[in-house]
Each structure stands twice: as C-alpha cells, then as structure tokens.
C-alpha cells in the first residue's frame, strides 16, 4: 500500500497562494489515480480535485475549479496542488489520498479512495 505525506501547509491571506505536496513511497507511482481532499471542522470531507494515472487529465470540485491546479510528478513521486486567489473558506485539513493500484477512473468521492496521507492545515485569514 502507498504511504502519503503532505506537507506545503500554513498560514497565508486572503487572495494569496500556497503549494501543497505529497510524496508518495511503497508503491509504483504511476498506477494510483490520486486525489486531493479537504476537511473543515464540523463538515464532511470534501472532494478538491483528482488527476489520471498519466496526468493528462484533472477535474475539479465546484468551489476550486479556476483557482486550484493538480499535477503530479513521475519522477520524484510527487503530487502536487497550486492553490491562488485562496479565500477564508478554503481554510481546512487538505488530505491526499491514492485510489487501489491499476484503477483507471478518477473519482470525486472519498469512499473510493483507499490510501490517505496525514494531512496539513491550511488557514486563509481574512
């Protein structure tokens, strides 16, 4: 099973920006559709954004599309995620996560995917 760690997490304003990582080990990086998920305290994880085994396709959720940008790297196993124009309620536990080795599809839901890193906080203060 992949192991997931994130880091890039922090503090930062209204309108700035901030680049999440994780770095995935234990597995062979191109065969995970990969995820990224957040979390608010007192709600449901909500899906960010998702990106095929290759890279060649993402799709976002509702709230992030235009600000966010997912991409990943083959090469040093890394997923990434471009967050700008960050507002107060983007603020919230960002989680990556890897579906089941040799799956194709990407999915919005949590319950699909079945590797999760730690997570790191993210706070947009206003």
């Known amino acids: 099973q992949v192991h997931l760690v994130e880091s890039g997490g922090g503090l930062v304003q209204a309108g700035g920006s901030l680049r999440l990582s994780c770095e995935a080990s234990?597995?062979?990086?191109?065969?995970?559709?990969m995820g990224w998920f957040r979390q608010a305290p007192g709600k449901e994880r909500e899906f960010v954004a998702t990106i095929s085994r290759s890279g060649s396709s993402t799709d976002y959720g509702d709230s992030v599309k235009g600000r966010f940008t997912i991409s990943r790297d083959h090469a040093k196993n890394m997923l990434a995620l471009q967050m700008n124009s960050l507002k107060p309620e983007d603020s919230a536990v960002y989680y990556c996560a890897a579906r089941m080795p040799g799956i194709t599809f990407m999915s919005d839901r949590s319950r699909d995917y079945t590797s999760w890193g730690q997570g790191t906080q993210v706070t947009v203060s206003s």
């Open positions: 234990g597995g062979t990086f191109s065969r995970y559709v």
